[in-house]
């Protein structure tokens, strides 16, 4: 079984900063890709970010490119998503997802159908 819990959301103003966490295992992190994935009301749910099992691939959506950035800490079994220069835009509940390294990605990381697991979610809101 592989578990995902998040925290780290809250409330920022605009322009400001937050760090999400997804804790996870040892497990995951060694066969497991890990995204992030946001949703806000009335909106589709958006791929943010990707990080590869062996953590030499990164991937974000467009939208927030250099503003956010994935990393991880192996020692503490743990997925970051720092977001910076935070915009109204990006409040969303935020959710991390594991998919084997071993499936099928060849039409692009962010499908959630490709992750077989997510974690609970952390509401981000962005406001004055």
């Known amino acids: 079984q592989v578990q995902l819990v998040e925290s780290g959301g809250g409330l920022v103003h605009p322009g400001g900063s937050l760090r999400l966490s997804c804790i996870t295992s040892?497990?995951?992190?060694?066969?497991?890709?890990i995204a992030w994935f946001r949703q806000a009301p009335g909106k589709e749910r958006e791929g943010v970010s990707f990080?590869?099992?062996?953590?030499?691939?990164?991937a974000y959506a467009d939208s927030v490119k250099g503003r956010f950035t994935v990393s991880r800490d192996s020692d503490k079994n743990t997925v970051y998503l720092q977001m910076n220069s935070l915009k109204a835009d990006d409040a969303a509940v935020y959710y991390c997802?594991?998919?084997?390294?071993?499936?099928?990605?060849?039409?692009?990381?962010?499908?959630?159908?490709?992750?077989?697991?997510w974690g609970q979610g952390t509401q981000v809101t962005v406001a004055s």
């Open positions: 997802a594991a998919a084997p390294f071993w499936a099928d990605d060849s039409g692009g990381w962010a499908h959630d159908g490709l992750y077989d697991y």
């Open positions: 040892e497990y995951a992190l060694k066969y497991y890709n």
């Open positions: 990080l590869s099992s062996t953590a030499d691939h990164t």
